[in-house]
């Protein structure tokens, strides 16, 4: 292991020298590489010093988080606490029965690395502990760990060409693959190749038409409070579903919504996203609307956010009959959502169903 830098000016003993006075920059590549966190350990900035703790985490086989920080009156950081991702305990949700059970990912990890900034305006490390309390990743599957797994500018291009010339996800991931010499040598899954293009579209509809949505139906509701409306949004803070009802509609289920319809087989032309009507029927035999709703796709959880959104605009209130398409995703779903309603197929569905077969 090549031997820290010392700076010659420093008035402490040669012990210390080696450790307080190492001091890493950008363009250190090779000593960050090499290095072992050691307190006293000073980086030009915060974000170096995330890089170096990342990529010793990488050799040893962790994955990182930020943890907190704290800033001084003029907005500077003094102190920030990286850990490992596996720090602290999973939070139960004890009242919903239905929760799907997933496995703890957290455990009560102790690795840390705490930096402070000092008098120069650098950050020097203050705490460090290596002690864990789980396994650690072999080097060989230390790339699938989430603070390692990442997409240079030149990468996010190429998924980009592959995309717009009509290539999967799937095939475009095994491209990319054997270009870098195997899954092992690229920095991304597959899973982050499809949320890439899912972040990107969904910026590009929320700087565009989804933004005039939201706009409405914020006018909406300041013209009537009663008017209702509810917006989904992903781990990036992009919308993904949206749903609403006026205050006739909500109205109209209280009366008539006994028995009612979700229907999604309508699709925006530009996005392909689905177009979802809750729907019944009144006294006169016409048609009357109790909510719509612009989905991101239609998977259960998608489904269940969605009926959940409407039980909700409803006062609580349920269907006792609700008549939908012959979809695996929204059975699953009002069986969790709505299990005291009776659900029925529509006929029609079936025939559509029965013709592509």
Request: one cysteine or more; hydrophobic letters at 35%.
């Amino acid at each position: 292991m090549a031997e820290a830098p010392v700076h010659p000016s420093s008035s402490k003993n040669h012990e210390k020298e080696d450790v307080g006075d190492t001091n890493i920059s950008s363009t250190d590549d090779a000593c960050v590489q090499k290095l072992e966190p050691v307190i006293g350990m000073e980086f030009d900035d915060e974000d170096i010093a995330y890089e170096f703790y990342n990529r010793y985490a990488g050799d040893v086989g962790f994955s990182i988080r930020k943890f907190w920080h704290d800033k001084s009156s003029t907005n500077v950081i003094r102190t920030k606490k990286f850990v490992c991702s596996r720090e602290g305990f999973n939070k139960r949700n004890t009242s919903d029965a239905c929760q799907r059970k997933r496995a703890d990912t957290r455990v009560g990890c102790m690795a840390e690395m705490t930096i402070k900034i000092t008098p120069t305006g650098k950050y020097a490390i203050a705490s460090f502990s290596n002690t864990h309390n789980h396994e650690l990743i072999t080097p060989s599957k230390a790339h699938l760990l989430r603070s390692q797994r990442r997409m240079t500018e030149a990468q996010k291009a190429q998924i980009d060409i592959l995309n717009d010339s009509g290539v999967r996800p799937k095939e475009g991931h095994e491209v990319m693959s054997r270009q870098a010499g195997g899954r092992q040598s690229l920095t991304f899954t597959r899973k982050d190749y499809k949320n890439y293009l899912r972040s990107k579209r969904m910026k590009s509809i929320q700087e565009g038409d989804t933004g005039a949505i939201l706009q409405y139906l914020q006018d909406k509701q300041m013209e009537n409070p009663s008017f209702f409306y509810a917006i989904q949004v992903d781990e990036d803070e992009m919308m993904t579903n949206i749903f609403w009802a006026d205050a006739r509609s909500v109205l109209d289920f209280d009366y008539l919504g006994d028995v009612i319809c979700f229907d999604t087989t309508y699709r925006t032309n530009n996005y392909g996203r689905p177009f979802a009507l809750f729907v019944g029927v009144n006294h006169h035999k016409q048609t009357v609307v109790f909510g719509a709703a612009l989905l991101y796709d239609e998977t259960t959880s998608t489904f269940e956010w969605l009926f959940e959104t409407f039980k909700r605009a409803m006062s609580g209130k349920e269907p006792r009959t609700i008549l939908t398409d012959q979809c695996a995703a929204i059975i699953n779903a009002i069986g969790t959502v709505f299990p005291n309603s009776t659900h029925r197929l529509c006929v029609w569905h079936m025939y559509q169903n029965a013709a592509y077969i």
